[in-house]
């Protein structure tokens, strides 16, 4: 074979998808018996069906190492445990390896997993503390009937050298480790049947950040021996940008922005990615608190906003075409908004506040006309009555509540291009 034949076939392989989601969904049912509603409500939960994550697609490539970040309960860990079949999705397909994991049976996925491990955020309770550290190892590789008692011995032993331990630590019993050790120990104990794909949830989480970049360094080279593809899940964008290729953004049970890792970082696309980058904590222990730039909270997974996911905390919603707004009088229009919705206009002089906002700003006569009646109204402190007024007027008729954003931006393949849930990048 020539090489240019060899070069073609092999970024051919290297653009092989090992695993495809499509309109991927998990609902769990929120019980509403009379105890549960009890205890719902004293726990702040509410009845109904919680949308943990909801219709996502998208493609790993064989020995990628694809990110998936979001504050917490996005729905991170559901999606790992769904793709995995842990739980099963309430919609959609897990394409691996070709096949669709939903159509399988609980046994036919038992032998899958052989080719797909997972390793979990906490060190400290995923090894059993009754086992000694070889055992560990040796067990998912006795759940597959592999090797024989002295060949999973040998196999144990060279994967504790891999992973960065010693043969020495063959007999010792977990709780005799660091919380990086016990993590190196769970990656020896994935690789033992050799999968194709590992999924680490929040892999270094629970590790001080001087051991963090080592378990990932670790991760790196096994990665290179072993051929895997990695999905590895994490809150801290910086654990992201250290070790994946491309990244999935996640916002409320969808993927709100998908692409190259370093497209990501550099130009960001949608407000919330912008948002996350921007909140990027300083290593500064002076300045430890991380200021979210991201104001409001994030709404309950039972009731997620209509169109966009993050409409309700975005900075740049489109106005409807109901009214002819410049930019300048819509800023003002959606700051005012955002003023009332935070209660920082002030009940007893609302009409000097709301001349403050529009100062040197000269609107329609409609608009004016809405925005004073919701002055009055907060003047007789009927808050919830004006957001009503200017939700219903301003922000409903908006595309970003009437359509969820769905657009594909460069590449046509889902594997190559760059995915952005937001309406500003409408053609
Ligand atoms: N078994 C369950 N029953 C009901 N709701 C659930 C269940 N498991 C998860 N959820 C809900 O689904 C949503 C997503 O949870 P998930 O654990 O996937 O988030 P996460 O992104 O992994 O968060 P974290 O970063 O804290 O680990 C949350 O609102 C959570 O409360
Ligand atoms: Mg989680």
């Known amino acids: ?30 019980e509403t018996g009379l105890i549960d509603s009890i205890r719902n409500r004293l726990s702040g939960q509410e009845a109904g069906t919680v949308r943990a994550v909801e219709d996502v697609s998208f493609e790993i490539g064989s020995g990628q190492t694809f990110g998936l970040v979001g504050e917490s309960g996005c729905g991170k860990s559901t999606l790992a445990r769904a793709i995995l079949q842990l739980i099963r999705p309430t919609e959609g397909s897990v394409y691996f390896q070709g096949e669709d994991l939903c159509e399988l049976s609980q046994r036919e996925i038992r032998a899958k997993r052989r080719n797909m491990q997972m390793v979990f955020q906490d060190p400290q309770s995923s090894l059993n503390p009754r086992l000694k550290v070889g055992k560990i190892i040796e067990e998912p590789m006795e759940a597959h009937g592999l090797l024989d008692k002295e060949g999973r011995e040998q196999k144990a032993r060279e994967l504790l050298e891999k992973v960065g331990l010693s043969q020495n630590h063959y007999n010792r019993h977990p709780h005799a480790f660091s919380g990086g050790q016990r993590q190196r120990i769970n990656l020896a104990r994935a690789l033992s049947v050799e999968p194709d794909l590992v999924v680490c949830d929040e892999p270094v989480s629970a590790l001080d950040v001087s051991v963090q970049a080592q378990v990932l360094n670790v991760m790196k080279d096994l990665q290179e021996e072993f051929d895997l593809t990695y999905l590895i899940i994490s809150h801290d964008l910086s654990v992201i940008r250290y070790i994946c290729d491309r990244i999935a953004v996640m916002y409320l049970g969808h993927i709100v922005e998908l692409g190259d890792k370093e497209q990501l970082f550099e130009d960001p696309k949608h407000p ?23 104001r409001g909270e994030v709404p309950s997974p039972i009731d997620p906003p209509s169109g966009c996911r993050f409409r309700t905390r975005c900075q740049s919603i489109i106005p409807s075409d109901q009214y002819a707004f410049t930019d300048n009088e819509w800023d003002a229009v959606l700051g005012y908004i955002r003023s009332v919705k935070y209660r920082e206009i002030s009940p007893d002089k609302p009409e000097q506040d709301y001349e403050q906002f529009f100062d040197g700003v000269k609107l329609d006569r409609d608009v004016d006309e809405v925005l004073r009646r919701s002055v009055n109204q907060i003047e007789s402190e009927e808050w919830d009555e004006a957001i009503d007024l200017l939700y219903d007027e301003f922000i409903e008729p908006s595309i970003c509540a009437q359509e969820r954003p769905k657009y594909q931006l460069e590449g046509d393949k889902e594997s190559e291009g760059r995915y952005v849930e937001c309406h500003l990048y409408q053609e």
Do not use: H, N
């Not at 919330?272 to 991201?294: F, G, H, M, N, Q």
């Open 272 to 294: 919330y990615t912008k948002a996350l980058l921007e909140s990027i904590p300083v290593p500064d222990p002076e300045l430890s608190e991380v200021r979210s730039v991201i």
């Open 1 to 30: 074979m020539s090489d240019q034949m060899m070069d073609a076939v092999r970024s051919a392989e290297a653009d092989e998808t090992i695993l495809r989601l499509e309109g991927l969904s998990k609902f769990f049912e929120v």
